[in-house]
């Protein structure tokens, strides 16, 4: 099996047929992918609630979570009603695979975050989606990695100087 990337046309006007690497989802399966972000969404929004959201000109620290959830929750409601309408999702497959690893890799960063600080399990958590996730080559994974953490080093806490739990 090619990837989209190995079957790229000479003439732009002529389509690719991903027809062979596509099994539709069904309508049970985007249901469930419109209900997973709306339950999340609603804990986010309670959470946030208890937080405090203070007003708009005074915000206080569950404002923006709330902001933000809620427009999960809005657009995981209009998936949910027209979710059923929809056949162009693709069906859990292997490639799946990538999107659970992704997402226990920064499950596992936020863990790590207290108490080791946020520069090593960012590094850790690029260079792993950098390299195994994305097939990068090392010395690029390695190169990207260190450059994102001292960006974010240096824009949340030398420039906002937001508290971040820190090694150095």
Excluded: H
């Amino acid at each position: 099996m090619t990837s989209p990337a190995d079957r790229v046309s000479n003439d732009a006007a002529e389509p690719i047929d991903d027809a062979e690497d596509f099994l539709p989802a069904g309508s049970a399966a985007n249901v469930g992918a419109a209900v997973a972000p709306l339950l999340l969404g609603v804990v986010g929004v309670i959470g946030s609630v208890q937080l405090g959201l203070g007003a708009v000109t005074a915000p206080g620290p569950g404002l923006w979570p709330f902001a933000i959830c809620l427009v999960i929750v809005l657009c995981s409601a209009a998936l949910l009603i027209g979710g059923r309408r929809f056949w162009d999702a693709e069906a859990f497959s292997r490639n799946s695979l990538v999107v659970a690893i992704g997402l226990l890799t920064l499950v596992a960063l936020v863990i790590a975050l207290p108490y080791v600080g946020f520069e090593i399990p960012c590094a850790v958590l690029c260079f792993v989606w950098l390299r195994f996730l994305g097939g990068e080559k090392w010395w690029v994974s390695i190169v990207i990695s260190l450059s994102i953490t001292l960006a974010f080093w240096l824009i949340f806490v030398l420039a906002l100087r937001i508290p971040l739990p820190r090694l150095f």
